[in-house]
C-alpha cells in the first residue's frame, strides 16, 4: 500500500525558514517524480515544486522559485521542501504527491502538514 | 500558459440526484491530460479521473469523466452521502507544472 507522510509544518515568522518531509512506503521511491502542491486556507490547489525521481532535476513555480529548494534522499525513501525567506502567502497545507511517469497527474497524496507564516 | 475554468462554484443537490460538473481550458489540452480529484473536509485529494475518461484503480463506476481539446465534464450519476466534497479538474502534461481549476463544491441541498 502506498503510503505518504508528511511532517515538518508549524508556525515561522515572515523571513523564516522551515523544512518539510515527506516519508514514501509501498512503491520504488526513486523511480517516480515527486510533487509538492500547497493549499492556502480556504483556497484551491497551487503546485508548488516537483523533482525528478533520481533528484537530478528541479523545478518551482514562479511564487517560490528562489526561497523553495526540493530534494530527496532516496536511500530514506523521504522528499524534502527547504522553505526560506517566508512570507505571509506562503500559508497552507503542504502535500506531497507521487507523479505517474512521465509528469503525468498525481495518483497519491500525502495528508498534508500546515504551514502558517506570521508574527 | 492554460488556465481552467470549473463551473459552477457550488451545486447543490439531493442524495440520489446527478451531478454535472464542467471544467473548460482556456487553450486544447494536449492528448485530453485531464484529471478530476475529489477533497473532502481536512483530507487530501483523491484521484477519480484521469485521461478524461479514465477512471482511477478502485473508483465506483457512477464516477465518469469525459469531453476533450477545450470542454470537459465530470458526472456523478447517482450522488452517495460519501460524495459531498470539492471536485477539482487538472491539467498535465509531459511537463513538471500541474494546473488545477478553482473547484466545484457538491453540496448536500
Known amino acids: 500500500e502506498v503510503q505518504l507522510l508528511e511532517s515538518g509544518g508549524g508556525l515561522a515568522q515572515p523571513g523564516g525558514s522551515l523544512r518539510l518531509s515527506c516519508a514514501a512506503s509501498g512503491f520504488t521511491f526513486s523511480g517516480y517524480a515527486m510533487s509538492w502542491v500547497r493549499q492556502a486556507p480556504g483556497k484551491g490547489l497551487e503546485w508548488v515544486s516537483a523533482?525528478?525521481?533520481?533528484?537530478?532535476?528541479?523545478y518551482y513555480a514562479d511564487s517560490v522559485r528562489g526561497r523553495f529548494t526540493i530534494s530527496r534522499d532516496n536511500s530514506k525513501n523521504t522528499l524534502f521542501l527547504q522553505m526560506n525567506s517566508l512570507r505571509a502567502e506562503d500559508t497552507a497545507v503542504y502535500y506531497c504527491?507521487?507523479?505517474?511517469?512521465?509528469?503525468?497527474?498525481?495518483?497519491?497524496w500525502g495528508q498534508g502538514t500546515l504551514v502558517t507564516v506570521s508574527s | 500558459e492554460i488556465v481552467l475554468t470549473q463551473s459552477p462554484g457550488t451545486l447543490s443537490l439531493s442524495p440520489g440526484e446527478r451531478a454535472t460538473l464542467s471544467c473548460r481550458a482556456s487553450?486544447?489540452?494536449?492528448?485530453?491530460?485531464l484529471a478530476w480529484y475529489q477533497q473532502k473536509p481536512g483530507q487530501a485529494p483523491r484521484l477519480l479521473i484521469y485521461g478524461a475518461s479514465s477512471r482511477a484503480t478502485g473508483i465506483p463506476d457512477r464516477f465518469s469523466g469525459s469531453g476533450s481539446g477545450t470542454d470537459f465534464t465530470f458526472t456523478i450519476s447517482r450522488l452517495e452521502p460519501e460524495d459531498f466534497a470539492v471536485y477539482y479538474c487538472q491539467k498535465y502534461s509531459n511537463s513538471p507544472s500541474l494546473t488545477f481549476g478553482g473547484g466545484t463544491k457538491v453540496e448536500i441541498k
Open positions: 523533482i525528478t525521481g533520481p533528484g537530478d532535476r528541479a
Open positions: 504527491a507521487k507523479r505517474i511517469p512521465d509528469w503525468y497527474y498525481c495518483d497519491y
Open positions: 487553450q486544447s489540452v494536449t492528448n485530453n491530460y
